[in-house]
């Protein structure tokens, strides 16, 4: 699919034709404006006429769908991964900020200014509005190259207390249930962790001793203070484990356990503080907008039988789940554009710190470039001083580690939000971390 813009810049129906689009290149009556999504724009006075296209968007906290279509087919299709760094990122900066202090200043009394009940209204963390900012972003580029009539986004609230019921296998909750949350008539979380195990330790079993709380995944790794992820144990078991000197058996006990079998809320739980965010920000584009539910989404699916991924379900929120599904869809990724830590943590001899960052130029490349290896087009996620590249999919699979600059070609230099053709029909592989 070729997207066309109009002299003005105003995006017109796309085209299949690609002979004819050659021709008016050849003829220098288009000229190239991006390549991945492939656009060009007229350089001549053309009619207007658009049809209707309408926009579906599956919101999401780790992946968002996208889907335009017209009343015949599909125009546009993508699926887009949202930064999940923040927290790491910020957890990181604020280490360094306190070591900072407590070697070069003396004591000053704490500052409020940037304490929550001084934050403005429809204020949110960092983490969250990134993700809401991330939605907006991307729906604003699919509006720059199609004409887009209408856009429909699913985001519904998440019923917390449901989910947390189907995970454990226990009675829907319905009317007053949602009055009485587990831990009702405790004074917090500990106090409710602690009757539920009986005031002992869940590892060694014993009593009357210093019981701590120990979190099966850790806050670092994106654990949470819910009770599920909460475990009674003694000081002397909580210390032998973080040590690795309880015995293997025990310690399984306080192991998170299979990683697949596990099923968070964290994600329900940002869709439900920033769904409200998005819907205002969309809204101010000016076109019309429509919210619609999961429920009737999977309707459609089941309807016409449509297999269940990001894509499709936006494909069936824009109204249009009839239609076939588009032969190569795109993968966005969003990346941060600057590393702003400049030394590293570690001290070496002499009171001297390594420069953290890297050169703006490594051989002619730079981080998250986008290359052509044996025909291949991968993007650049590690970079040596000699040359030697880290490449790979924005999927996460890995194309070459260590190969030298000489072997690749450029084809686009780094963007904030990086851009992969891929086949539609495959499903996509859960991303890894970066490694830079």
Known sequence: MVYVLSKSGQPLMPTQRHGHVRKLLKANKAKVIKRCPFTIQLTYESSQYVQPVDLGVDCGSKHIGLSACSDQNELFSAEVLPR??????????????????????????????????????????????????????????VLSILPVSSITMEIAPFDSQLLKAQIAGEPIPSGEDY??????????????????????????????????????????????????????????????????????????????????????????????????????????????????FGYITAKQRETYHVEKTHTSDARCISGHGNLKALEESYLVRKVRCHNRQIHRMTINKGGKRKNNQAPYLVKGFRLFDKVSYQGKECFIFGRRSSGSMYIRHLDGTEVKAGIGYKHLKLLEPRRSYLIERRNALLPTAEAVGFRA
């Open 179 to 292: 009055q009485h949350g587990e831990s009702e008539g405790f004074d917090n979380i500990k106090a409710y962790v602690k009757y539920r195990d009986g005031y002992k330790c869940a590892v060694c079993g014993k009593t009357h001793v210093h019981l701590q709380i120990h979190h099966k995944v850790q806050r670092k790794d994106g654990g949470t203070n819910t009770p599920s992820n909460l475990i009674t144990v003694c000081e002397d078991c909580h210390k032998a484990y973080h040590a690795g000197t309880l015995n293997s058996k025990k310690a399984h006990l306080m192991d998170p356990g299979d990683k697949t079998k596990r099923r968070g809320l964290k994600d329900a739980a940002f869709m439900s503080i920033m769904r409200w965010t998005v819907w205002e920000k969309v809204k101010t584009i000016g076109i019309p907008l429509h919210m619609t």
């Open 84 to 141: 999940d760094d923040i927290k790491k990122l910020l957890d990181a900066r604020r280490q360094l900020r306190r070591s900072r202090r407590i070697r070069k200043t003396r004591y000053r009394k704490p500052r409020f200014q940037n304490r929550k009940h001084s934050k403005p209204d429809g204020w949110l963390a960092p983490s969250v509005r990134a993700k809401a900012e991330t939605h907006v972003a991307v729906i604003k580029k």
